[in-house]
T-cell receptor, first 119, second 116 residues
Framework: AQKITQTQPGMFVQEKEAVTLDCTYD???????LFWYKQPSSGEMIFLIY??????QNATEGRYSLNFQKARKSANLVISASQLGDSAMYFC????????????????FGKGTKLSVIP | AAGVIQSPRHLIKEKRETATLKCYPI?????VYWYQQGPGQDPQFLIS???????DKGSIPDRFSAQQFSDYHSELNMSSLELGDSALYFC???????????????FGQGTRLTVV
């Protein structure tokens, strides 16, 4: 079974500063994918960044980067130069591998971290 | 770019009524997933479809059923609604040809169901 743990229920960051949101995971599968999503108060789930378990380099997407430490089973999200619009709930999620060919790669989510950016 | 389309965006139903939620995946995405997110909760996987066949099942109540049609859109049917079914229901889609595991999982904007 897969498990995602986000230990920070809430975080505050000053505008224009960087912030790290923690995520640890547990799986017995050697192949997996890690995702981060942003959910604003309006409710939509916005895909931010993806990291594959065999990727050698940390993923980056604009102001978002994923600090992937495989041995420690952590996949922290780093947001650089925080903006007021970054205030939202952030979910870390994991997708396992499907060896059966069924084509189903459902996501397991953490409980989320609510980020508040202070002007 | 085209995104996952869900309808309706908001739905209010009374207890014991039936609701149908629709999902139109991103073009060329042949796998559809349904998730339920209760208030203040993380999304929970309900069910998924690949090439119009059910591919996996999560914590979906027996009162719920779903299917994927020939044009790859999917519908989630919910009967005998209960107050506890009030939640945000997400549909997500991904392409099959991505190897062993998912590298793309894009969500629709969700349907907010309120049962009164």
């Amino acid at each position: 079974a897969q498990k995602i743990t986000q230990t920070q229920p809430g975080m505050f960051v000053q505008e224009k500063e960087a912030v790290t949101l923690d995520c640890t995971y547990d799986t017995s599968d050697p192949s997996y994918g890690l995702f981060w999503y942003k959910q604003p108060s309006s409710g939509e789930m916005i895909f931010l960044i993806y990291q594959g378990s065999y990727d050698q380099q940390n993923a980056t997407e604009g102001r978002y980067s994923l600090n992937f430490q495989k041995a420690r089973k952590s996949a922290n999200l780093v947001i650089s130069a925080s903006q007021l619009g970054d205030s939202a709930m952030y979910f870390c999620a994991m997708s396992g591998a499907s060896y059966s060919g069924a084509g189903s790669y459902q996501l397991t989510f953490g409980k989320g971290t609510k980020l508040s950016v202070i002007p | 770019a085209a995104g996952v389309i869900q309808s309706p965006r908001h739905l209010i139903k009374e207890k014991r009524e039936t609701a149908t939620l629709k999902c139109y995946p991103i073009p060329r995405h042949d796998t559809v997933y349904w998730y339920q997110q209760g208030p203040g909760q993380d999304p929970q996987f309900l069910i998924s479809f690949y090439e119009k066949m059910q591919s996996d099942k999560g914590s979906i109540p027996d009162r719920f059923s779903a299917q994927q049609f020939s044009d790859y859109h999917s519908e989630l049917n919910m009967s005998s609604l209960e107050l506890g079914d009030s939640a945000l229901y997400f549909c997500a889609s991904s392409p099959r040809d991505r190897g062993l595991w998912n590298t793309e999982a894009f969500f629709g904007q969700g349907t907010r169901l309120t049962v009164v």
